[in-house]
Every structure is written in C-alpha cells, then in structure tokens.
C-alpha cells in the first residue's frame, strides 16, 4: 500500500535522478566520471560528519547553525594541538565541539531560548571571535593532519562514526526519545522523561561532532583562513532534509537518509559548477532549492495529519 | 493522600521526584499530552518503555528489536488495539477509543504500582468505555493502584472503592463505598 512508502524518501531519490539526469546533460557527461565522483565523495564527508551530529538536534525539531563557526573553531585548535601531541587533536576539537554544544543546548533548554535564535547568536559571536583571533593570518595544517585528507582513512572513519551515530539513533533510549521530543514534546514530559537532560546532551553530541567535522575541514583546505566553514551551517542541513529527514523532526529521522542527503547536496553544488553557473548563481538555485525541499517536507507530513479527522468521523458512528 | 490536592497540576509533583512506588500519569487531554499522534503505534508504546528494555536500563543501552516487537505485541493484545500493522499505522490514524487504548496499553505493559487516569473514559465511544472499565478493574485485582480523576459522576460512583471530591481547590469529603455511594449525597457535598 502507499502508506508503506516513506513519502520523504520518495522525494529524495526523485530529486537525485532529476539532478542525475539534468547535470549528466547540461554537463555534456562530465558529471559521472570516476575522476568527479571521487571528488563529490570526498566533499560530502564532512557534510556527512556534522550532519551526524546534527541529526540528534534535527530529531527533537530544533536546529544548530553553528557547524561552520564550530568546525573551524575546533580546526583551528586541533591544528594548534596537534603541532605538539598529536594524539590529542581528535579529543581537542571533540572538546571544544562539545563546550559549544553544551552551552546551546543549555541556552535552548534551561533558559527556553528558541534554538534557531540562540545558535544564530553564536554563530555571529562566535565568528567574529574566531575572524579577531585569526585576522588576515593562514593558519597551516601541520603535516600529520594533511595527512588525515585521504579517503582511505575518511571513509573508515565516516563508517565508524556511522555505526556509532546510527546505533544511538535507532537502538538507544536515548534515540528513540530524540525523536519523541520531534514528535510532541510535551507527551515526553508527561512520561516523565527528563526532556531538559536530553534536550542538552542532543546539542551536545552535536557540537561534538562538528568539532571532528573541522579536523576534516582544515585536512582538507592545508590551513585555515578566517572564512573557513562558513556556509557549511546550511550546506549540513540541507544536506538533512534534502535526503527526507522531516523539518519538524520526529520518527522520521533515519541515519541512511544523511548519507543519502550528503553527496546529494554535493552532487547539486558539483553539477551547477560544472555547467557553467557562476557563484551567485549557483547560491541561489541552491537557495530555492532549500525552500523547495523544507515546503515539500512539511507538506508531506501534513497529509498524514490531516487524515485523522476523517477515519475518526467515518469509525464513531460504527461499531467500537 | 496530599497528592490528590493537584488536580490541575498533578503530574508536576511526578516527574523529577522520586517515588518509591512506580507509576504514571495518563493526561486528559490525549492527543497533546499524551500521544505522538504521527508516530506508529510501536513507537508511542515504546518510548515509554524504551529504558527499561535497553541493556542496563541505560539512555545508551541497545534495545534489542525482539524486546519491541514483543512489547508491542503484548500491548496490543492486552488492550486490544485495532491496528492493521503497528509498527507502521500512526496513532493518529486510528479511532479516538484505539487512541485511548495506546495510551492505557503503554504503561499498563509496564506492571507498575499506580496510574493516575485523567478523565480516561473522554471522547471515547461507549463499547471501548466499557472495554476501559473492564481493564481498569482487571488491573487492580492485580494490584495496581489507580487514581480516576473524573468529571462524570456516574463513572466514579460505579468504578471508585473511595471518591474524594475536590471543589475550590481543596478536598471536600471522602466517601466510601462500604457506606454507600449516592448521587445526592455528592451533589450536595459538591453544591
């Protein structure tokens, strides 16, 4: 039956064989050769990475713009670290990750300052500390971190925080209440779970994940200058919902949707440049995209609500 | 029995306190307080179980899907449930007396100590009201404790062992059943 279908789903692969088809033609078949896909691949993991920490934070409805401010702030630090230990540069960006994250989600869910407001606010704040203390420098990547921008290792890595993110989404407490939250938050409340613990630890992972976004981030640029990761914010959550995780968050949140998104929103980036579209131009159409894509998401997940009304009306005179 | 005073505010004093005995509060209000209506009807009987099936009863632990398969089943079959496929019809979708039904079946699974009903016979039609009472009284001869607020008197005085009656904000009298309950007495107490 239809109602089997995962309507979100439906319209990310519809969306990836329009893409496919266009760009392979207005590229003149230069889209799918090895040579390009390697290289969407390669960009879509660090997209794939925060949007894993992202996914939590999507769950529960709520968003986090700081990926860009949060990956080159952690970039930055690791690099530094990593110049004198580098065992220490993946828990130095995992660590500053997770004190930005703590501090949105403790803003979010203490003080009840809507997320979208409070993770703007550091992004501004956030940005404009990391562009004072960077300046007009370039800050080098160290050899051991260049090191990392290899796909033999990335895509082990990718995997593994897959397994672990995926795991946690989908067979933890945790998980599944993330989701509820998306759901209807106050039926969480009335279980009496501690909505403001998870609330809180959801950013958390987030801010954590983008730390290790940034690693990947600065591997793969050689250093950091202070426009580093700007844009990824909305690159991440395009990523989210162009693969058919619902706006609003809730049950519909499933990992495979994030490695679907990732290379898609790449793919469409990859595909505008290779046609010939300028920058702005290329912004723009990813701009309306975007829009496209968070109407038809809430749009479908409407349908289904509005079901409910009419299957009660047609059952309450029958039978009990 | 200070916590029958909160009517309005009853479940403030049961989340983040620690209750020696384990039970729930089923809201009156069910499709905003208590359901996630676009959720299936595995999910909303899971979350509330979801600790308690993880290894070490832990927010990280993993719930083996087995365990959620058996505890939808359980559910479904205790309350009976019409649902063509709970792990994929959502709860919205389905009739205001199955709706209910979700919402009593997921802590009645959970073999607690008390349930605080709010009005859990409301929108509901009469054959599944029954059904409801049904249950109620199955459960307690188990041994749970249950707490009805209500705002029909004939349910309390069919279904209750004590009716407190709550007016201004203050408990007014207790009335037993082993001195006769009698809707005059109660109207005027509560007059």
Known sequence: MLRKIDKSLLMSVVILVLVLVVFQITTKGNLLTKRNLLNIINQSLTTAIAGLGLIFVAAMGGTNITAGVVAATAGVIAVTVARTAFALTFPAAMAVGLLFGLFLGFVNAVFKVPSFMASLAILIAGRAAFVWYVSSRIIFAPMDILALNKLEYKIPILALLTILIGYILEYTPFGNYVKAIGENENAVKFMGINVRRYKIWAYALSGIMFGIAGIFLIARSGGASHTMGTGMEMQVMMALFIGGVPVQGGTGTRIFKLLFGAPLIVLLENGLVLSGTSGPMTQLVKGLALLAIVYLSVRLNKVERLREPKEQLASSPGLS | MALLFFQKTIFTPLYGLNFKNRGAYVPKDRDDHGLMLNASVRDNLLVPSARRLAALKNAFGFIAPKRVRALTKEAVDTMSIKTHDANIQKVGSLS????????????????????????????????????????????????????????????????????????????????TRSEGFTEEKIVEVMM
Do not use: H
């Open chain 2, 96 to 175: 205001g007396g199955n709706k209910q039904k979700v919402s009593l079946a997921k802590w009645l699974v959970q073999n607690l100590d008390f349930l605080i009903l709010d009005c859990p016979t409301r929108g509901v039609d009469v054959g599944v009201k029954g059904y409801i009472y049904e249950k109620m009284l199955e459960a307690t001869k188990e041994g749970l404790a249950i707490l009805m607020i209500t705002e029909e008197l004939a349910e309390a005085i069919g279904m209750a062992d004590r009716i407190l009656v709550l007016k201004d904000g203050a408990a007014v009298r207790t009335f």
